[in-house]
Nanobody, 130 residues
């Protein structure tokens, strides 16, 4: 059974930075596309940034493009999300997902998250506030 564990969340002021990490185990994550999603209470979970298995293809939501950078270290079975110039509207619980069926980064991030079939982490809280 695959397992994902996110870390790196916290509270920062607007304009600050955080780096989220997602450690994977129990399966060979390098074979699959992965993504970072976020959810605010009362709203649907949304795709923030996704990356293909090779790392050659990435997707960023319009709201984070130019501020967030997704990366993966397949040798360490790790996925990262570097977040800079954080805004209050980035406040959310952030989840990583390794998908077993969707290989395209764009598709992974834009499909309804309820239709995904993969492994999810427990989430890490990011709070941006002055």
């Amino acid at each position: 059974q695959g397992q994902l564990v996110e870390s790196g969340g916290g509270s920062v002021q607007p304009g600050g930075s955080l780096k989220l990490s997602c450690a994977t185990s129990g399966f060979v994550s390098e074979h699959f596309a992965v993504g970072w999603f976020r959810q605010v209470p009362g709203k649907e979970r949304e795709g923030v940034s996704c990356i293909s298995s090779s790392g050659e293809s990435t997707y960023y939501a319009d709201s984070v493009r130019g501020r967030f950078t997704i990366s993966r270290d397949n040798a360490k079975s790790m996925i990262y999300l570097q977040m800079t110039s954080l805004k209050p509207e980035d406040t959310a619980v952030y989840f990583c997902e390794v998908d077993l069926f969707v290989a395209n980064a764009d598709t992974l991030c834009t499909i309804n998250w309820r239709d995904l079939n993969g492994f999810w982490g427990q989430g890490t809280q990011v709070t941006v506030s002055s």
